[in-house]
């Protein structure tokens, strides 16, 4: 069986509009889950909550980034720490913003991939 690791990173602190954290719940409860699981797939669904504030962050001029930066953490760690070798990992968005802690991620667990 294949192992796939579904990670739910919900989030609309990166962006203007609001809705895209419900994006991974949708997408899984509209049939997802069930045509992944159809395909012979061994599911592990994780997801990235809300961490809180850092202060630190007050001063660098993005979109909530207090509470953007820690969660971008979250999903880094999540994806370099809970997710094996052996296993595929797919991230279900949110904004656009979670490309930075997903690519980061994939770019440091595989370095010639991006």
Same mark, same amino acid.
């Given at each position: 069986?294949?192992? +796939?690791?579904? $990670?739910?990173?919900?989030?609309?602190?990166?962006? *203007?509009?609001?809705?895209?954290?419900? !994006?991974? #719940?949708?997408?899984?409860?509209?049939?997802? &889950?069930?045509?992944?699981?159809?395909? @012979? =797939? $061994?599911?592990?669904?994780?997801? *990235?909550? !809300? *961490?809180? #504030?850092?202060?630190?962050?007050?001063? +660098?001029? +993005? &979109?909530? !980034?207090?509470?953007? +930066?820690? =969660?971008? /953490?979250?999903?880094? &760690? /999540?994806?370099?720490?809970?997710?094996?070798?052996?296993?595929?990992?797919? $991230?279900?968005?949110?904004?656009?913003?979670?490309? !930075?802690?997903?690519?980061?991620?994939?770019? /440091? &667990?595989?370095? @010639?991939? $991006?």
């Amino acid at each position: 069986m294949k192992k +796939l690791h579904v $990670v739910c990173a919900g989030t609309s602190e990166g962006s *203007v509009n609001h809705g895209c954290e419900t !994006a991974p #719940e949708v997408l899984l409860e509209s049939g997802l &889950r069930d045509a992944l699981a159809g395909d @012979d =797939w $061994v599911l592990k669904i994780s997801e *990235v909550s !809300a *961490v809180g #504030e850092d202060k630190n962050y007050e001063d +660098l001029g +993005l &979109r909530n !980034a207090t509470t953007l +930066l820690p =969660w971008l /953490q979250e999903l880094y &760690r /999540q994806l370099i720490g809970e997710t094996s070798y052996d296993e595929k990992t797919l $991230v279900l968005g949110g904004d656009h913003s979670i490309g !930075a802690g997903s690519l980061l991620a994939t770019k /440091q &667990r595989y370095p @010639d991939a $991006v």
